[in-house]
């Protein structure tokens, strides 16, 4: 089975600088797909940045950017040059190729100006 | 644009009260889940269906069924509403084609069982 671990339930940051949020994953499958998801307080869970485990380049989404290591099956979000608006809740997701999805506990990430 | 809909933001039942949640996609998505998000647990599948009529188990069934008759539509019964289904329910849906789409996800129902 699949597992998807974020140690940090909670962290912070100063306004403008910038923040990696960590996740690792479990599997035995060489063909899936990794990414993050935002759930501002209460607002809609978005998507923020999808990688595919068959690319080496790590993704890019402006801000947000992606640590795909897959070799030690980490997968940590970097976001760069923090704003307010990126208060929320992030998860860590795994989709596997049963179209099932795997989703961390979450880390509560608070901007302060 | 995208959109997941769910029938309520927010709910409060009674213990035992017979409880249905609504959730309708726009997007032709095959597959349909529900989860229940509780803090520090995450996101919980309770339910996911890849068709019309389809449904499958997920991790946390008990307590819960599900029913899908048209491919938009798909629906979370609490057959006996109990106080520890009291929770965040979220729907999501996707497409079932090959490529690693995303999930799309509705606004949430806060459920609370009193």
């Known amino acids: 089975a699949q597992t998807v671990t974020q140690s940090q339930p909670e962290m912070s940051v100063q306004e403008a600088e910038t923040v990696t949020l960590s996740c690792t994953y479990d599997?035995?499958?060489?063909?899936?797909?990794l990414f993050w998801y935002k759930q501002p307080p209460s607002r809609q869970m978005i998507l923020v940045i999808r990688q595919e485990a068959y690319k080496q380049q790590n993704a890019t989404e402006n801000r947000f950017s992606v640590n795909f290591q897959k070799a030690a099956k980490s997968f940590s979000l970097k976001i760069s040059d923090s704003q307010l608006g990126d208060t929320a809740m992030y998860f860590c997701?795994?989709?596997?190729?049963?179209?099932?999805?795997?989703f961390g506990t979450g880390t509560s990430l608070t901007v302060i100006p | 644009d995208v959109k997941v809909t769910q029938s309520s933001r927010y709910l409060v039942k009674r213990t035992g009260e017979k409880v249905f949640l609504e959730c309708v996609q726009d997007?032709?998505?095959?597959?349909m889940f529900w989860y229940r998000q509780d803090p520090g647990l995450g996101l919980r599948l309770i339910y996911f269906?890849?068709?019309?009529?389809?449904?499958e188990k997920g991790d946390i069934p008990e307590g819960y069924s599900v029913s899908r008759e048209k491919k938009e539509r798909f629906s979370l019964i609490l057959e006996s509403a109990s106080t520890n289904q009291t929770s965040m329910y979220l729907c999501a849906s996707t497409s079932g084609l090959a490529g690693g789409r995303e999930q799309y996800f509705g606004p949430g129902t806060r459920l609370t069982v009193t």
């Open positions: 269906s890849y068709d019309v009529k389809m449904k």
């Open positions: 997007m032709d998505h095959e597959n």
């Open positions: 599997t035995s499958e060489s063909n899936y797909y």
């Open positions: 997701a795994f989709r596997d190729t049963g179209n099932q999805f795997y």
